[in-house]
Each structure stands twice: as C-alpha cells, then as structure tokens.
Nanobody
C-alpha cells in the first residue's frame, strides 16, 4: 500500500487557522483522489473534504464549507487542507488517504492507501 504522512496540526484558539499537509509517495496524486477525514474521541470517523484526481474538482462537508479549503501540489506530492475560523468542534485527529472517487459520500469508500498516523488538531481557548 502507498504510505501517506500527515503534518501541520497543533493547538490553536477559536477563530484561528492551521494548514495541514498530506505527503504521499511519488506520483500518487496522478493516480488517486485524496480525502481528508477526522475522528474525535467517542465519535465515528467523518469525511471532511476531498479533491479529484481527474478534473481537480473538490467537495467539502457542510460543517466546514466556507472555512476549509483543500488543494494539491502534484510536483510536491502534497495535498493541503487550509483551515480557517476554527471552532472547538473541529478538534480531532485528522487523516488523509487515497480514494477512487471524490463526491459527497467519499468517506464510505475503502481507502486505497494507508491512513498514516494522523495529526492532532486542538481548538481551545
């Protein structure tokens, strides 16, 4: 399986910003769409946002729409998640993974890469 490495998490106050990075192996982004997921303690994993491999179209969950922006740099084999106007309910471990399709139910698919270790995002005053 293709490995991914998440980074960029940390502790931030409500209203603050973070940019998460998902580093994949060479040419991975030419083959797979990429999804960002998150999981908070005691809750199931949820889909946050994804970006398509073909036409570069994106999807964002209603809970983050207008605040989070996904993008990619194929030359750097990296997908980013820019998170603005962070709220305490955004607190979770964030994961990225390769997927086949990017659509509103993308999180229901079996992922095509490993999950990596995730990166912790904590939003608290």
């Amino acid at each position: 399986q293709v490995q991914v490495v998440e980074s960029g998490g940390g502790l931030v106050q409500p209203g603050g910003s973070l940019r998460l990075s998902c580093l994949a192996s060479e040419r991975t982004l030419d083959v797979y769409s990429i999804g960002w997921f998150r999981q908070a303690p005691g809750k199931e994993r949820e889909g946050v946002s994804c970006i398509s491999v073909g036409d570069d179209s994106t999807y964002a969950a209603d809970s983050v729409k207008g605040r989070f922006t996904i993008s990619r740099d194929n030359a750097k084999n990296t997908v980013y998640l820019q998170m603005n106007s962070l709220k305490p309910e955004d607190t979770a471990v964030y994961y990225c993974a390769g997927i086949r399709w990017c659509y509103n139910g993308f999180y229901l698919q079996e992922v095509l890469t490993d999950w990596g270790q995730g990166t912790q995002v904590t939003v608290s005053s």
